[in-house]
């Protein structure tokens, strides 16, 4: 029976993070990567639906974007409703691109053609793994038209014939390029057993984050302004600022003193829960003064803001 259960992270597909000869070596998906808001939704065995962000459970009262209201209640949804009732085991994980009845969408893109929810992968509670692609789009397939298809599948390809797909334009205008790709080999297992996704953001792969030299005998502070001059980027910012306006329902950025304070926190806790272990691989498991870094990372955020 399923229950709420966070999509797998996402994680940079570089060679200290993969085993890449290993995980390409095989029949790989590419997909485009979307810049939304993470969304699931599932059932109970009473055949009450259940929706998720990221991180939580969400309801009609603690929603994230009116996910879980809109697909509660929206006609568009009815199918899916009933699908997950008649397989209880199953979670469907999807990129949610606006709320209820507004044309604000979610993300730092705000040209996608069709908004809504896209879906991106399945989970299958019986078999504990996510369902591959042509499994899962078998059963939606003429019946909810926005699951998203793969750019690409590609056998045994290189790692340039991958990032050769980053620039691309799925469901937007051609004047406007993606986020970048997501890409999946369903029968890859890292040296622990565990399932991995990759991806290559096209924001990041331009300015170069994560790519820093290791240096021996840095003087105090240089280790956290390595980390915050390699990690955090615009891109990073950008998002971070999207976050607080949907988190606070709104249409325009504004600066006052619970937008900043979720803005500075979202970017700090983004970067300990999705960089430090890439991090620490990195720099060889170094001395890290959090609070110095913490403070470098809000100074990082206000410049950005123009603030500084």
């Not at 485009?32 to 939580?56: P, Q, Y």
């Not at 899962?136 to 056998?155: C, H």
């Not at 990195?282 to 603030?307: A, D, H, N």
Request: hydrophobic share 35%.
């Amino acid at each position: 029976m399923a229950t709420f259960k966070p999509f797998i992270h996402v994680e940079r597909l570089e060679p200290f993070k993969f085993d890449i000869p290993d995980f390409l070596n095989d029949v790989v998906f590419i997909f485009a990567k979307l810049d939304g808001t993470n969304f699931c939704a599932w059932a109970d065995e009473s055949g009450n639906i259940h929706c998720g962000s990221r991180k939580r459970e969400i309801t009609r009262e603690h929603d994230n974007a009116q996910s879980c209201l809109y697909f509660t209640t929206e006609p568009q949804y009815e199918w899916l409703r009933k699908w997950l009732q008649k397989n209880p085991d199953c979670i469907i994980y999807g990129e949610w691109l606006h709320g209820l009845g507004v044309s604000k969408q979610t993300g730092t893109i705000k040209d996608y053609k069709k908004p809504g929810l896209w879906i991106i992968d399945v989970f299958d509670t019986t078999t504990n793994r996510y369902v591959p692609y042509y499994s899962y789009s078998a059963w939606f397939r003429g019946l909810y038209d926005q699951v998203e298809e793969p750019l690409a599948v590609l056998d045994r390809p290189t790692f340039k014939e991958v990032q050769e797909l980053v620039e691309n334009h799925f469901n937007l205008p051609d004047s406007v390029l993606g986020e970048g790709i997501v890409v999946k080999n369903y029968n890859y297992l890292d040296k622990w057993g565990k399932y991995q996704v990759g991806k290559i953001v096209n924001a990041e792969s331009k300015v170069g984050k994560g790519r820093v030299k290791v240096k021996q005998d840095l003087p105090a502070g240089a280790v956290e302004r390595m980390i915050v001059d390699s990690y955090v980027t615009d891109a990073d910012c950008e998002k971070a600022k999207q976050k607080a306006c949907v988190q606070f329902d709104l249409d325009e950025w504004v600066v006052d003193k619970r937008t900043m304070g979720f803005y500075l926190n979202c970017l700090f806790n983004d970067l300990i829960e999705e960089e430090m272990l890439s991090i620490l691989k990195k720099l060889k498991m170094p001395t890290i003064q959090f609070s110095l870094l913490r403070k470098l990372v809000y100074q990082k955020g206000r410049e950005y803001l123009g603030l500084v």
